[in-house]
T-cell receptor, first 111, second 113 residues
Framework: TQLLEQSPQFLSIQEGENLTVYCNSSSVFSSLQWYRQEPGEGPVLLVTVVTGGEVKKLKRLTFQFGDARKDSSLHITAAQPGDTGLYLCAGVSNSGYALNFGKGTSLLVTP | KAGVTQTPRYLIKTRGQQVTLSCSPISGHRSVSWYQQTPGQGLQFLFEYFSETQRNKGNFPGRFSGRQFSNSRSEMNVSTLELGDSALYLC????????????FGPGTRLTVT
């Protein structure tokens, strides 16, 4: 199994602050996906990164895929309460038929 | 476009019983994946089906099984329930597989007493 480690596990910040969460593995992934999950709902896909070194921006969220395709980061600028949720990274397995998820970073943004 | 639906949303079962959960994917999606989510282990892959064929299976005991029908709807079954099977069971559909954009349902919350 290709394991993904996410850090930090929990993060509590105030509105307007910046933050970065990390997703690391010893395995190489063909692509990596980031999801956000809110209580009582299923995860929602935010972005997929495919190329080593790739950077994708989604409004205030910036996603980066490591050059070696073993790690990724998510940076949020000027966090808002609406960003609160569980952020999950997931790597596509070598078979292409399974996603291996990290345990997630639980983010709380207070006004 | 209607989203992924899962039924039932909540379920309480007794240890030793069996349970069947249902998932209806987005229209046109042929891949359905199942995941178990618990606070301790996070989201763990159970299995993935495409056009009624299981293409991959996670590291779960044989008590966990699934199937997919010709209309792409999927069911998963857990036999001889154990307390540790209490979890949120999520299904996700995609056009051709997990490497593409997946859409998750709201999940079925299973409690085993």
């Amino acid at each position: 199994t290709q394991l993904l480690e996410q850090s930090p596990q929990f993060l509590s910040i105030q509105e307007g602050e910046n933050l970065t969460v990390y997703c690391n593995s010893s395995s190489v992934f063909s692509s990596l996906q980031w999801y956000r999950q809110e209580p009582g709902e299923g995860p929602v896909l935010l972005v997929t990164v495919v190329t080593g070194g790739e950077v994708k921006k989604l409004k205030r969220l910036t996603f980066q895929f490591g050059d070696a395709r073993k790690d990724s980061s998510l940076h949020i600028t000027a966090a808002q309460p609406g960003d609160t949720g569980l952020y999950l990274c997931a790597g596509v397995s070598n078979s292409g038929y399974a996603l291996n998820f990290g345990k997630g970073t639980s983010l709380l943004v207070t006004p | 476009k209607a989203g992924v639906t899962q039924t039932p949303r909540y379920l309480i079962k007794t240890r030793g019983q069996q349970v069947t959960l249902s998932c209806s994917p987005i229209s046109g999606h042929r891949s359905v994946s199942w995941y178990q989510q618990t606070p301790g282990q996070g989201l763990q892959f159970l299995f993935e089906y495409f056009s009624e064929t299981q293409r991959n299976k996670g590291n779960f005991p044989g008590r966990f099984s699934g199937r997919q029908f010709s209309n792409s709807r999927s069911e998963m079954n857990v036999s001889t329930l154990e307390l540790g099977d209490s979890a949120l069971y999520l299904c996700a559909s995609s056009f051709s597989g997990p490497s593409y954009e997946q859409y998750f349902g709201p999940g079925t919350r299973l409690t085993v007493t």
